[in-house]
């Protein structure tokens, strides 16, 4: 999952991602919100949405982030607001924060230690952080097939991951979230089916290409310990969104290069003919050349 822009967020199957996120823990997030690398703004409405929610902050390091934020999601009762700041200085006082959410950011920093510091400062001691960081397998994986993002700085395995935030917080709760293919059974001669039950149906497909979901707190929370599904698009709908599209337009660009090409042998071919007529019209402006000096020739 990668920074939202105004651009991606009509893309249903990445919107789908980040609302998953958000809503996993939403019943832990409540009071005053601090979204910190809110980008674009887009999470505020379900961020605020959330009854138990009084304001909801967002903060961005993105001049450009934060006035496409406050054009398209600040409200005129200052419920939702957005501010240029930094994870490293947050423009919130101390211990004014219940809920501090920062999704897919301390993998760009070189020193991730020193922004929890600073999320603990503005904290309260019984609020929530609520964030996420891709796995190093994750992050590996995608190296090999996109090439590299030189804006991860960091990788975090469970060991370093688990570490950072419990120097910092009594209670951490870490699980994976990952988007997959999947085959979705789901009886319809039923009102209430039973709870889902998951198959890997090969064991060289990899659970943790995704991210790490991690609720942390110095205040004890109960947290139920279950897997659970988002269904998102069908398979046939991200096609249409996305792999149709692009199929199509690769089509456009190769019947441009076969027209391309048409016109270019057409113009090969009017060229080589006019060179043959211009030669022809050369030899006979020789040939005549010829008789003309030959006739002088015999009068001398």
Known sequence: MERMSSELIQKNFLFDEHVARYNHFSSFISGRVLDCACGIGYASRLVA?????????GVDISQEAIKVAKSNFSTTDNKVKFKLGSIFELPEPDNSIDTFISMETLEHLEEPNLALSEIKRVLKDDGFFIGSVPTAEYDQKCHSVYGENP?????????????????????????????ELVSYFRPITEENPSNTDNEVLNDNYSTSHGSFLFICSNHRFELASENKIYLSQSLVEYDEEQLIPFINSMKHAENIALEREVIINEMESAYSKRVIELQSKVNELELELFKIKSINAEKK
Do not use: A
């Open 49 to 57: 949405s959330n009854s138990n929610v009084v304001s909801y902050i």
């Open 151 to 179: 804006y991860h700085i960091t990788r975090f395995d469970f060991e370093r991951l688990n570490s950072l935030l419990k120097i910092n917080f009594k209670y951490v709760y870490i699980g994976k979230m990952t988007r």
